[in-house]
Structure formats: structure tokens, C-alpha cells
């Protein structure tokens, strides 16, 4: 067989292409080679696993499933949570955002997942009489590894030297810092039972339970007199019992500042009694002492940098004296720490509504529809009309009236007679002027009323009115100088020399806020 004949004006053509073919295989191999090697190197070191830097604590489970025994999960869960706050770099879920895991049968690692955190401490409790055994595991959520576990038997009262013990295993295993931590003193068993079982009743948040957690703690108090955690834990029962149920009464507050000073001085370095002292003092009865209640704030979260709801009420404080990018930063922790907070979702919407982001603003109200439908409504509808959506503003505003027609500080019957001044019907701004302020009078934030009222006024080009409830929306509480300066409702004001003599006061003390706060 002859094989068959190239032919000589092919042959080149048919080398170069074996050329290119033998380069194309040459470079197969060199991939081939540098992948094998990757994978092989690869193969032999070990999986870099993600860092840890967020845990939810579970609430416990009773092994005994003894009805008179399910209040326990909780609060040792919150005590453990109050321990492992001291890990630095560690956020660290607050009992208000594990509390419906009391009552679920949903796995560890699904909570972990529904909590959005990196690790999960469970375990389960078993009580015989003074007596207490408790079962803990730490849980990688991201594969469910178990990165620690331990078994205490102890006496019931001894569970503070458990949590200590806890957050330094947590810190060691999650390789974080952990600060020192404060010396704990002997507690009387019944006295800390009455004050676990206080804090079960206080969380289910109903006025009958806070009853119930007020005689436990003053149960526990009655036996000993100098246990700081009861009266701490009293003050923010009376306070929320003053703000949630009973505002009329001005005896709750009052109680309550009596005990969050009793708390700090038998100890100072108690988280809970610093945002309550912070909370109490920053009112229209104390002509909101902006200084004073930084200075809480921030003391609570030098003690526990978790505490959401002081990264909260210090964004709301930042906020009114115009400290605007603060208060965003702040509100956006307490949310990073607590998704679950509604109040701190909420004040997202108004950083940015002070910022005039009108538009993000509304997208931040639309994840927080339900918290307090009355301002809800009044700030939704403020940024609507300053967007120019005027007509959906009014029908927001008369939606809200219908549904709560109180209008408790007169703040949505103010929106209105912004509505009417924009409108040019200056009888209808006047009638709606006098009604809030009627409505509004004596009430803890007017100054929100009083700043609209203001804004009707400029609207009305009535200058020297404006400029006066400027000053008492300043002077009540709100002295939020870039607002001032920027909302474009305030425009007519622009060249007043009252109004100019007015923002340049404002703006040193909004100046001097900037460099202390």
C-alpha cells in the first residue's frame, strides 16, 4: 500500500498547523500541570473557616419539663447574654430578639440561620430545688460544628460564676477579647429567684405581668436591700409602665428615678441603669438635657456595646440636635445588633428624612409599617409632601386622623395646616394653627408640632411667627440646626434678620454639640 502524496503547495500549510496543534497541547499540559498542582496544595491545607463575629444566646430548655420551671429559659439565657456583651468585636443578639424561641420546637441552627448570626449557644436546664445542672453548647451555625461544650452542676445562686465562665470559653473559642470582668457577689437563692422570675414576667410586656414583676422585685429587694440587678430591673419596669401604660400618672417616673439611683449607687457599672437614667432624663418635664443624656447613652455602651436600644435612644438624641450622620450611624448599629427592633427601623426613616433623602427615607418607613401608626403616618406624610406628592401626603395624614383621630401632640393636625399654607389658604393654616396647638399643649414632644407650625407660618410668608415657634421647637427639645438651615419650607425666612439672628445662635451650639458629642 502506498500511503498517499502530499502535495507541495499543501505542505507548508499542513506544518504550520501541526505546529499550532503540538502549542495547543503544550499549553493543555501546562494547565493541566499548574491545576493539579493547585488542587494537591490546596487539597493539603486545611479549610480556613469563616470568622465568627455574631451570636445568638437560646433560651434553655428544662429537661424536667416542670411547668413551675418555664420561666428559667429565659432569663439565665439573658443573664449569659449580659456576660458575653464584654466580648469585644462580638455582636451579640439581645433577649428581645431570642424570646420567641422559648416556645418554638425550631433546631438551633435554624434559629442561627432566622437570626442572621454566625453561632448559636444552646442548652438545657434541670432544677432540684436549690440545686441547678445546666448543659451548654457552642454551634457553628455555617456547618453546625460544635466548637464547645460544657456541663455545670451548681448550687441555683452560683449561675453568676456560670456566666463568667461562659463568656471567657466563648471569648477563648472565637479567639476575641474579652474584658474584665466585674467580681460577683453572693445572692440570697430566693432573692435571685424572685428576680429571674421578675424578668420572665417583664418580657411578656402585658400591664398584668408588669405588675407581677414589680412585687417579685420588691419581694427581692425586702430581703436584700443592696442587690443593684432588682433595682435596675425596677426602674425599667416603671419606666416602661409610665411610657406604655400609664403616661397620665407621673408617679411611675418618678419611682423610676428613684430606683435607677438607688441601682448606680450601690453599683455604677450597670448597663440597663444607665439607658434607663438616660431615658428618664431626656423629657419635656427636664427640658431635655441633650448633654446629660449622651453622656448615659454612651456610659451604657461603654458597659455593653450590644445594648440596641442605647444605640437607639442615642441616635434619637443625635438626631434632634442635628448631629444627623451620628444619629444614622448609631440607629444603624442598634438595627446590626437587633433586626428585630421596630423603634430603631423606624428612626432610620427619620435620620434620613432630616437629611431631606425624602425618597429613602420612605423606603426605610415601608419596612417599619406598624411601629407607632400616629407618627408613622404624620413623618411618611411629611416626606410625601416634601417629595411634591401632595395629595397623597393629605390622604395619608386623613387616613391616620380617621384611624386615631386623638392626634395626640396635635402633630398630624399641624401637617395639615401645612397642607393649607403650600395651598394658599391661609384661613384654613390659621384654623389648623390654633387646633394643634390646643391639642399639642403640655405634650412631651410637641416641639415636632411646634416645628410644622413654624414651617405653615414661613409657607404663609408670616415671618415673625415663624421665627417664634422656630425658637420654641428649639428651645422644647429640637434645635436640629441643619434642618433648619436646608428644609426648603424655610425658604421665605431666608433674608429675615430675626431669623438670621436666630441661625446663627443655633448654629454655634450646633457647632460646640459637634465638637463634644
Same mark, same amino acid.
Given at each position: 500500500?502506498?500511503?498517499?502524496?502530499?502535495?507541495?503547495?499543501?505542505?507548508?500549510?499542513?506544518?504550520?498547523?501541526?505546529?499550532?496543534?503540538?502549542?495547543?497541547? *503544550?499549553?493543555?499540559?501546562? *494547565?493541566?500541570?499548574?491545576?493539579?498542582?493547585?488542587?494537591?496544595?490546596?487539597?493539603?491545607?486545611?479549610?480556613?473557616?469563616?470568622?465568627?463575629?455574631?451570636?445568638?444566646?437560646?433560651?434553655?430548655?428544662?429537661?424536667?419539663?416542670?411547668?413551675?420551671?418555664?420561666?428559667?429559659?429565659?432569663?439565665?439565657?439573658?443573664? *449569659?447574654?449580659?456576660?458575653?456583651? #464584654?466580648?469585644?468585636?462580638?455582636?451579640?443578639?439581645? *433577649?428581645?430578639?431570642?424570646?420567641?424561641?422559648?416556645?418554638?420546637?425550631?433546631?438551633?441552627?435554624?434559629?442561627?440561620?432566622?437570626?442572621?448570626?454566625?453561632?448559636?449557644?444552646?442548652?438545657?436546664?434541670?432544677?432540684?430545688?436549690?440545686?441547678?445542672?445546666?448543659?451548654?453548647?457552642?454551634?457553628?451555625?455555617?456547618?453546625?460544628?460544635?466548637?464547645?461544650?460544657?456541663?455545670?452542676?451548681?448550687?441555683?445562686?452560683?449561675?453568676?460564676?456560670?456566666?463568667?465562665?461562659?463568656?471567657?470559653?466563648?471569648?477563648?473559642?472565637? #479567639?476575641?477579647?474579652?474584658?474584665?470582668?466585674a467580681s460577683t457577689r453572693t445572692v440570697n437563692p430566693e432573692v435571685y429567684d424572685y428576680y429571674l422570675r421578675a424578668?420572665?414576667? &417583664?418580657?411578656?410586656?402585658?400591664?398584668?405581668?408588669?405588675?407581677?414583676?414589680?412585687?417579685?422585685?420588691?419581694?427581692?429587694?425586702?430581703?436584700?436591700?443592696?442587690?443593684?440587678?432588682?433595682?435596675?430591673?425596677?426602674?425599667?419596669?416603671?419606666?416602661?409602665?409610665?411610657?406604655?401604660?400609664?403616661?397620665?400618672?407621673?408617679?411611675?417616673?418618678?419611682?423610676?428615678?428613684?430606683?435607677?439611683?438607688?441601682? %448606680?449607687?450601690?453599683?455604677?457599672?450597670?448597663?440597663?441603669?444607665?439607658?434607663?437614667r438616660g431615658f428618664l432624663l431626656w423629657t419635656h418635664t427636664n427640658h431635655f438635657p441633650h448633654e446629660q443624656a449622651?453622656?448615659?447613652?454612651?456610659?451604657?455602651?461603654?458597659?455593653?456595646?450590644?445594648?440596641?436600644?442605647?444605640?437607639?435612644?442615642?441616635?434619637?438624641?443625635?438626631?434632634?440636635?442635628? %448631629?444627623?450622620?451620628?444619629?444614622?450611624?448609631?440607629?444603624?448599629?442598634?438595627?446590626?445588633?437587633?433586626?428585630?427592633?421596630?423603634?430603631?427601623?423606624?428612626?432610620?426613616?427619620?435620620?434620613?428624612?432630616?437629611?431631606?433623602?425624602?425618597?429613602?427615607?420612605?423606603?426605610?418607613?415601608?419596612?417599619?409599617?406598624?411601629?407607632?401608626?400616629? %407618627?408613622?403616618?404624620?413623618?411618611?406624610?411629611?416626606?410625601? &409632601?416634601?417629595?411634591?406628592?401632595?395629595?397623597?401626603?393629605?390622604?395619608?395624614?386623613?387616613?391616620?386622623?380617621?384611624? /386615631?383621630?386623638?392626634?395626640?401632640?396635635?402633630?398630624?393636625?399641624?401637617?395639615?395646616?401645612?397642607?393649607?399654607?403650600?395651598?394658599?389658604?391661609?384661613?384654613?393654616?390659621?384654623?389648623?394653627?390654633?387646633?394643634?396647638?390646643?391639642?399639642?399643649?403640655? /405634650?412631651?414632644?410637641?416641639?415636632?408640632?411646634?416645628?410644622?407650625?413654624?414651617?405653615?407660618?414661613?409657607?404663609?410668608?408670616?415671618?415673625? #411667627?415663624?421665627?417664634?415657634?422656630?425658637?420654641?421647637?428649639?428651645?422644647?427639645? &429640637?434645635?436640629? /440646626?441643619?434642618?433648619?438651615?436646608?428644609?426648603?419650607?424655610?425658604?421665605?425666612?431666608?433674608?429675615?434678620?430675626?431669623?438670621?439672628?436666630?441661625?446663627?445662635?443655633?448654629?454655634?451650639?450646633?457647632?460646640?454639640?459637634?465638637?463634644?458629642?
Amino acid at each position: 500500500n502506498q500511503s498517499p502524496s502530499i502535495d507541495a503547495s499543501t505542505a507548508p500549510l499542513l506544518k504550520g498547523t501541526r505546529r499550532r496543534v503540538a502549542a495547543v497541547l *503544550i499549553g493543555l499540559v501546562g *494547565i493541566i500541570a499548574v491545576l493539579g498542582y493547585a488542587l494537591l496544595f490546596r487539597s493539603a491545607q486545611p479549610i480556613r473557616q469563616p470568622e465568627i463575629r455574631s451570636l445568638a444566646v437560646l433560651p434553655l430548655k428544662s429537661v424536667n419539663k416542670d411547668p413551675s420551671d418555664d420561666y428559667l429559659g429565659l432569663p439565665l439565657a439573658d443573664t *449569659i447574654i449580659t456576660r458575653v456583651n #464584654q466580648i469585644s468585636e462580638l455582636t451579640v443578639r439581645p *433577649i428581645s430578639a431570642v424570646r420567641k424561641y422559648a416556645n418554638q420546637e425550631t433546631s438551633s441552627l435554624e434559629a442561627g440561620q432566622q437570626l442572621n448570626v454566625d453561632s448559636v449557644l444552646d442548652g438545657t436546664f434541670q432544677r432540684a430545688g436549690d440545686r441547678l445542672r445546666v448543659n451548654l453548647n457552642l454551634l457553628r451555625v455555617s456547618d453546625g460544628a460544635s466548637l464547645w461544650s460544657e456541663s455545670f452542676n451548681m448550687g441555683f445562686t452560683d449561675s453568676f460564676t456560670m456566666q463568667d465562665e461562659v463568656a471567657r470559653e466563648v471569648a477563648a473559642r472565637l #479567639q476575641l477579647k474579652l474584658k474584665p470582668l466585674a467580681s460577683t457577689r453572693t445572692v440570697n437563692p430566693e432573692v435571685y429567684d424572685y428576680y429571674l422570675r421578675a424578668k420572665y414576667h &417583664f418580657g411578656l410586656q402585658n400591664e398584668a405581668d408588669m405588675e407581677s414583676a414589680i412585687e417579685l422585685l420588691k419581694r427581692a429587694i425586702a430581703i436584700d436591700p443592696n442587690f443593684a440587678p432588682a433595682y435596675a430591673d425596677l426602674a425599667h419596669v416603671y419606666r416602661n409602665k409610665a411610657a406604655v401604660f400609664k403616661p397620665e400618672e407621673k408617679e411611675w417616673e418618678e419611682k423610676a428615678f428613684v430606683a435607677v439611683e438607688t441601682a %448606680l449607687k450601690l453599683d455604677p457599672n450597670l448597663a440597663d441603669a444607665h439607658l434607663s437614667r438616660g431615658f428618664l432624663l431626656w423629657t419635656h418635664t427636664n427640658h431635655f438635657p441633650h448633654e446629660q443624656a449622651v453622656q448615659e447613652y454612651r456610659r451604657a455602651l461603654d458597659l455593653n456595646p450590644n445594648l440596641d436600644e442605647a444605640h437607639h435612644q442615642l441616635a434619637n438624641v443625635y438626631n434632634h440636635i442635628g %448631629l444627623l450622620d451620628k444619629g444614622l450611624d448609631e440607629v444603624r448599629r442598634a438595627v446590626a445588633i437587633n433586626p428585630g427592633n421596630s423603634g430603631a427601623r423606624f428612626r432610620i426613616g427619620g435620620s434620613l428624612l432630616y437629611q431631606r433623602k425624602y425618597q429613602d427615607a420612605l423606603n426605610a418607613f415601608a419596612e417599619a409599617k406598624g411601629f407607632n401608626p400616629p %407618627l408613622w403616618g404624620y413623618q411618611t406624610a411629611w416626606a410625601l &409632601f416634601q417629595l411634591g406628592r401632595v395629595e397623597e401626603a393629605a390622604a395619608r395624614v386623613e387616613e391616620t386622623l380617621r384611624a /386615631y383621630p386623638q392626634d395626640e401632640g396635635g402633630s398630624l393636625t399641624s401637617m395639615q395646616a401645612m397642607f393649607a399654607a403650600a395651598a394658599g389658604d391661609n384661613d384654613q393654616a390659621e384654623e389648623k394653627i390654633k387646633k394643634a396647638a390646643q391639642i399639642g399643649k403640655g /405634650y412631651g414632644h410637641f416641639h415636632h408640632t411646634a416645628y410644622a407650625i413654624a414651617s405653615a407660618y414661613a409657607l404663609m410668608n408670616k415671618r415673625d #411667627q415663624a421665627v417664634q415657634w422656630l425658637r420654641t421647637a428649639s428651645e422644647d427639645g &429640637f434645635p436640629c /440646626y441643619p434642618l433648619f438651615e436646608l428644609d426648603p419650607n424655610l425658604n421665605n425666612l431666608r433674608q429675615d434678620p430675626k431669623f438670621l439672628a436666630f441661625m446663627k445662635s443655633l448654629k454655634e451650639q450646633w457647632e460646640r454639640y459637634k465638637a463634644t458629642l
